[in-house]
């Protein structure tokens, strides 16, 4: 079955500490995409990417820094230039093009800093 | 501009109804419904399309009024299933679906 892969499910970060969460996709689509959440709130846009080798700051985006060097992956590193990174990260896909299509999200992974 | 979700929360006997709002400032392409049950990620419910039909299933359904710029989830009968956080997502254009504005997300708790 197709669908998004996020590793690890959770995550702990010592200070200073760089961290690389993983993501993968099997379905075939363009665009993938990085949340982050905070308890009780909704989705903040870190980076995005509509093709590969190319990528776009989201709101959030000082702190993290992506790669997408293949279709398939869209890691995401949280720098230690991050000061708050403890949090819940998403990660999503989609078609690009259609003129409309839902996003499918990984299942996520929980960031915490110790 | 975040498009404005109402109400923030409610709270439902299981067989009630439901209904959560998105509205924007800007005139809207499409709008997407998603759910998201506690420590899970969303799931995708929906997308409304300018010009589209009314869509849904028996008990989930949405409407668009592209006058108003607003979307409204109608959920029917409501079940013990249908907790969780609801959100809207909108675009501006066609060329805009990779990139969704979000509402800040309603909370449904449904009670047996």
């Known amino acids: 079955d197709g669908g998004i892969t996020q590793s690890p499910k959770y995550l702990f970060r010592k200070e200073g500490q760089n961290v690389t969460l993983s993501c993968e996709q099997n379905l075939n689509h363009d665009a993938m995409y990085w949340y982050r959440q905070d308890p009780g709130q909704g989705l903040r846009l870190i980076y995005y990417?509509?093709?590969?080798?190319?990528?776009q700051k989201g709101d959030i985006a000082e702190g993290y820094s992506v790669s997408r060097e293949k279709k398939e992956s869209f890691p995401l590193t949280v720098t230690s230039a991050q000061k708050n990174p403890t949090a819940f990260y998403l990660c999503?896909?989609?078609?690009?093009?259609?003129?409309?299509?839902?996003?499918?999200f990984g299942s996520g992974t929980r960031l915490t800093v110790v | 501009q975040q498009p404005v979700q109402s109400p923030q929360a409610v709270i439902l006997r299981e067989g009630e109804d439901a209904v959560i709002n998105c509205s924007s400032s800007k005139a809207l392409y499409s709008v997407h419904w998603y759910r998201q049950k506690h420590g899970e990620a969303p799931v995708f419910l929906m997308i409304l399309l300018k010009g589209g039909e009314q869509k849904g299933h028996e008990k989930i359904s949405a409407s668009f009024n592209e006058k108003k710029q607003q979307s409204s989830l109608y959920l029917t009968a409501s079940q013990l299933s249908y907790s969780g956080t609801y959100f809207c997502g909108t675009t501006t254009t066609m060329d805009s679906n990779y990139q969704l504005i979000w509402g800040a997300g309603t909370k449904l708790i449904i009670k047996p």
């Open positions: 999503a896909s989609t078609l690009t093009g259609t003129g409309g299509s839902g996003y499918t």
């Open positions: 990417s509509q093709i590969v080798n190319d990528f």
